[in-house]
């Protein structure tokens, strides 16, 4: 996919149904190899990152099924310790979970690289604190790091600096096999978490804590093959509900989990819009507009910095938004880039460090670029808002995070074509 082209400003009225969950569905693909047998996923997102993810498994000897029922099951038996090329693994973010995956399975791993969006630096160094106390050691040379503890894993209590997502996943697959106990200290409590916990769960790991912010995990030798239904995502649900409040029709996102939203859906009444939660559903109206908030950025259940663009955009809609809004972003100092295709369309924004202060313009057609996913997101919400023709390049950056895009849109009566 190279470009999205928009004919904006049509109110968006209707339902979407939501996928499964592109960050759940990384860790816990990878996590599969751990359990050295065939493990089937449902609702898994047919988004490009988890294309990606299966190929590098592909790569490793898995076996992958795409069932005709929707299901895809992947047979980890055949996967051997090898390195995929930097090519494959550099670009998705999600590769970095090959290392707990194989480190656990096979006392060593490693990797040549990993991708994902660019906000500037992304470190690894918790992950790599927490392997070390696991009992592996580490080397770098030409480009690959290596990872090795070839008397196997064993249990330990792991404060992290901070509570990464990245780093809570990796250790708790690599936990998972390790000899004993393992406590994780200053761990994340997102959904996707969670969610990776219930499916090593599911395999027979011995997880406590789930939610809160120490994990224990009480290693077992073996796992063993499981089925999981990937966690609807949250992050897609709050971009259509985001599209729905631009455009001022009403929109109904369905198979939800809105205890995940809550953040979202709190900064929307804020704003004075229409909310109605359902029991898997959430719907949003904001027919007259609304008024610009201060959002702040933050692990779960903070306001999630998967959706900072979005909500950005929405504070700069001249005639929808009534008043300046900000956004302090915590988790990714650099993720700003969005701003400046914003003011390619007449936005007014002022950035300071991690905070960027909004105010409503009208905003005109442009020839604007996707600097990455949900910033790609935030410009196809204000282009659909905004009257007039609209080429979003580097679509393939959105492609990443969204199923069924053009169908999913227009079936809101957005007027989109991707190329
Ligand atoms: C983060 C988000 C996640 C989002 C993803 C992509 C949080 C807590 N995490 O996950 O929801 O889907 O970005 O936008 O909101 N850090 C280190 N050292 C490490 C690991 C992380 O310093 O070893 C820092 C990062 O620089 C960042 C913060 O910790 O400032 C959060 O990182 P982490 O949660 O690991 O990132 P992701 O897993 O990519």
Same mark, same amino acid.
Request: proline share 5%; glycine share 12%; hydrophobic share 45%.
């Given at each position: 996919?190279?470009?999205?082209?928009?004919?904006?400003?049509?109110?968006?009225?209707?339902?979407?149904?939501?996928?499964?969950?592109?960050?759940? @569905? &990384?860790?816990?693909?990878?996590?599969? %190899?751990?359990?050295?047998?065939?493990?089937?996923?449902? =609702?898994?997102?047919?988004?490009?990152?988890?294309?990606?993810?299966?190929?590098?498994?592909?790569?490793?000897?898995?076996?992958?099924?795409?069932?005709?029922?929707?299901?895809?099951?992947?047979?980890?038996?055949?996967?051997?310790?090898?390195?995929?090329?930097?090519?494959?693994?550099?670009? %998705?973010?999600?590769?970095?979970?090959?290392?707990?995956?194989?480190?656990?399975?096979?006392?060593?791993?490693?990797?040549?690289? *990993?991708?994902?969006?660019?906000?500037?630096?992304?470190?690894?160094?918790?992950?790599?604190?927490?392997?070390?106390?696991?009992?592996?050691?580490?080397?770098?040379?030409?480009?690959?790091?290596?990872?090795?503890?070839?008397?196997?894993?064993?249990?330990? !209590?792991?404060? &992290?600096?901070?509570?990464?997502?990245? +780093?809570?996943? =990796?250790? &708790?697959?690599?936990?998972?096999?390790?000899?004993?106990?393992?406590?994780?200290? =200053?761990?994340?409590?997102?959904?996707?978490?969670?969610?990776?916990?219930?499916?090593?769960?599911?395999?027979?790991?011995?997880?406590?804590?789930?939610?809160?912010?120490?994990?224990?995990?009480?290693?077992?030798?073996?796992?063993?093959?499981?089925?999981?239904?990937?966690?609807?995502?949250?992050?897609?649900?709050?971009? /259509?509900?985001?599209?729905?409040?631009?455009?001022?029709?009403?929109?109904?996102?369905?198979?939800?989990?809105? *205890?995940?939203?809550?953040?979202?859906?709190?900064?929307?009444?804020?704003?004075?819009?229409?909310?109605?939660?359902?029991?898997?559903?959430? *719907?949003?109206?904001?027919?007259?507009?609304?008024?610009?908030?201060?959002?702040?950025?933050?692990? /779960?259940?903070?306001?999630?910095?998967?959706?900072?663009?979005?909500?950005?955009?929405?504070?700069?809609?001249?005639?929808?938004?009534?008043?300046?809004?900000?956004?302090?972003?915590?988790?990714?100092?650099?993720?700003?880039?969005?701003?400046?295709?914003?003011?390619?369309?007449?936005?007014?924004?002022?950035?300071?460090?991690?905070?960027?202060?909004?105010?409503?313009?009208?905003?005109?057609?442009?020839?604007?670029? +996707?600097?990455?996913?949900?910033?790609?997101?935030?410009?196809?919400?204000?282009?659909?808002?905004? !009257?007039?023709?609209?080429?979003?390049? =580097?679509?393939?950056?959105? @492609?990443?995070?969204?199923?069924?895009?053009?169908?999913?849109?227009?079936?809101?009566? *957005?007027?989109?074509?991707?190329?």
């Amino acid at each position: 996919m190279r470009k999205i082209v928009v004919r904006g400003g049509a109110e968006l009225t209707g339902e979407v149904a939501v996928g499964g969950s592109k960050n759940a @569905a &990384l860790p816990i693909l990878f996590a599969g %190899i751990v359990t050295e047998e065939t493990c089937v996923f449902y =609702n898994l997102p047919r988004v490009s990152d988890v294309l990606r993810a299966l190929e590098i498994l592909h790569f490793l000897g898995a076996r992958i099924a795409f069932e005709k029922s929707g299901e895809v099951s992947v047979d980890y038996a055949p996967v051997t310790p090898k390195t995929p090329p930097a090519a494959l693994t550099s670009s %998705i973010r999600g590769s970095v979970y090959l290392l707990g995956a194989m480190l656990a399975r096979f006392g060593e791993a490693a990797l040549a690289g *990993a991708g994902g969006c660019d906000f500037g630096v992304r470190p690894i160094d918790q992950h790599l604190f927490g392997f070390g106390k696991l009992g592996a050691t580490e080397e770098r040379a030409e480009g690959v790091l290596r990872l090795r503890a070839e008397e196997g894993l064993c249990g330990a !209590r792991i404060r &992290l600096a901070m509570p990464s997502v990245g +780093a809570s996943a =990796n250790l &708790l697959i690599a936990a998972s096999r390790a000899a004993g106990r393992t406590v994780i200290e =200053n761990a994340a409590a997102e959904p996707h978490i969670a969610a990776l916990a219930a499916f090593l769960s599911a395999a027979g790991a011995h997880i406590e804590g789930v939610g809160t912010s120490t994990l224990t995990v009480i290693g077992v030798p073996r796992l063993h093959g499981a089925r999981v239904t990937i966690i609807p995502d949250m992050i897609e649900a709050g971009t /259509y509900l985001a599209l729905g409040v631009a455009c001022g029709g009403r929109v109904r996102v369905r198979g939800v989990c809105p *205890a995940h939203l809550t953040a979202l859906t709190d900064a929307f009444s804020e704003m004075g819009v229409g909310v109605e939660i359902g029991k898997d559903t959430i *719907a949003v109206s904001a027919p007259e507009g609304y008024r610009g908030i201060d959002v702040e950025t933050g692990p /779960y259940p903070a306001f999630p910095t998967d959706l900072h663009p979005q909500m950005a955009a929405l504070f700069c809609l001249g005639g929808r938004a009534g008043s300046k809004g900000s956004v302090t972003e915590n988790v990714w100092e650099s993720r700003f880039r969005y701003t400046e295709e914003l003011r390619r369309m007449g936005a007014r924004i002022d950035v300071e460090d991690r905070r960027a202060v909004f105010y409503p313009s009208a905003l005109t057609s442009a020839k604007i670029k +996707a600097p990455d996913l949900r910033g790609g997101a935030a410009l196809l919400i204000a282009a659909l808002s905004t !009257r007039g023709i609209f080429e979003i390049d =580097n679509a393939g950056a959105v @492609a990443r995070g969204y199923e069924h895009l053009e169908s999913k849109l227009r079936g809101i009566g *957005a007027r989109v074509q991707i190329y």
